[in-house]
């Protein structure tokens, strides 16, 4: 059992981070957010593929003010990705975003600063400080020699120092690296010193593979630590695998389930018949399911039957067809046509609680 490091909670919109929540899968749209149609396409696109918080890049003045209409149109909390122009938070505020992202540093002086905490604290509004490796302060490269886990963590804990002196501590802090030795170290190191809540991501991870690994790589170090209280997979392309490999990453560590896990050997010599086909069928019928369970599909009768005791649901290749198993126990031999439909069936007859979508 992880045990998670405890820190304070926050909410954004009815969605708690920290605390001891369940730790929240987001993305990011890449749609030009002032194509209002496209982005809301993509935002529900997201929340379908279970995002629980997505955010989106607030560019200029006309990004600002089709937030309006986005936000009414959808219903998963969406925050407002700010750089530089105070004026552009403000008017996301007043849009109706659950969150801001800012660097504080970098939206002008004390008092624009002072302006849009100000706004924050009056709509209970959280900030999240975004550290990355790519836009730290020049002081801080000079100290540190680099763009280092320090470096990361000094200009942290200084922005957050700059909105607690302005009695604001709805805050959540990222420390993103484009490789994971360093996201790994930073996040450690401010967790140590700091009991605010962490939004976890390798940042400019890659495409689906190599950004995938790494993610699962450095994410999976820090979560197994018990670090982070939301998690986003940044991926090259469209942004809707991210939510589907963070949600595997959660699911593999027990630190969250939504829907059917489904395991599968990798094959080798004893494959009696192609599984390849049967998994994306299952998938392709069930991938959206709000059941909580566990489906292996195996390839052959030496590891088939101890795993699929093991599971929820059983699916075994045999020479002759497959061997089914449901609960731990042998239920029937069906064709290769009847292996959909026989899950069906089975999922049909699965107990109402394992509805949930969620346990810790």
Same mark, same amino acid.
């Given at each position: 059992? +992880?045990?998670?490091?405890?820190t304070?909670q ?9 605390g001891?929540?369940?730790?929240? /899968? ?7 957010t ?11 696109a ?12 607030v560019?200029d ?8 209409? #986005?936000?009414k ?18 008017a ?5 975003v659950?969150?801001l ?21 009056e709509?209970? /509004?959280?900030?999240? +400080? ?28 200084d ?15 990222s ?18 010193r ?7 991501? +390798? ?11 790494r ?11 018990? #670090?982070?209280?939301? +998690? ?16 595997e ?7 969250r ?37 566990h ?5 052959c009768?030496v ?6 005791r093991?599971?929820d649901l059983?699916?075994i290749a ?9 609960q731990?126990?042998y239920?029937k031999? /069906?064709t ?17 609680a ?7």
């Open positions: 059992m +992880i045990a998670r490091r405890r304070r926050i909410f954004v919109g009815p969605v708690p981070i920290g001891g929540a369940p730790i929240a /899968v987001q993305s990011m749209t890449n749609t030009d002032r194509d209002v149609e496209a982005t809301i396409a993509q935002v529900n997201l929340q379908g593929a279970g995002a629980e918080i997505v955010r989106l890049a560019v003045a006309a990004a600002a003010a089709a937030l309006k209409e #986005i936000v149109r959808t219903s998963v909390p969406l925050v407002a990705d700010i750089h530089f122009d105070y004026r552009l938070a403000l996301s505020l007043e849009a109706g659950a969150m992202r800012i660097n504080p540093g970098n939206i002008g002086s004390r008092e624009r600063t002072q302006a849009v905490v100000r706004a924050c604290a709509r209970r /509004v959280p900030i999240r +400080i975004g550290i990355n490796t790519g836009s730290l302060e020049k002081r801080l490269l000079e100290k540190y020699g680099g763009a280092t886990p320090e470096a990361m963590v000094e200009s942290a804990l922005h957050v120092a700059l909105l607690e002196d302005m009695d604001f501590r709805l805050i959540k802090v420390l993103k690296a484009s490789d994971v030795p360093r996201t790994i170290a930073a996040n450690r190191l401010f967790s140590a700091s009991d605010i809540p962490l939004h976890l991501g +390798i940042t400019e991870a890659g495409t689906l593979l190599n950004g995938a690994v993610s699962a790589v450095g994410l999976g170090i820090l979560l197994h630590e018990g #670090i982070g209280d939301t +998690i986003r997979v940044s991926l090259t392309g469209d942004p809707t695998p991210e939510v589907k490999v963070g949600w990453i959660l699911k593999s560590l027990g630190l389930q939504r829907g059917i896990t489904i395991t599968s050997c990798p094959n080798c010599g004893r494959l009696e018949q192609p599984i390849e086909e049967v998994i994306a069928d299952i998938e392709a019928a069930f991938g959206k399911s709000e059941l909580r369970l489906l292996a599909v195996m390839g009768s590891n088939g039957p101890g795993e699929s093991q599971a059983g699916v045999a020479r002759d067809g497959f061997l089914l198993y449901k731990g126990e239920w031999k /069906v290769r046509d009847e292996v959909v439909p026989s899950v069906r069936e089975a999922l049909a007859e699965w107990p109402a394992n509805h949930e979508t969620d346990k810790e």
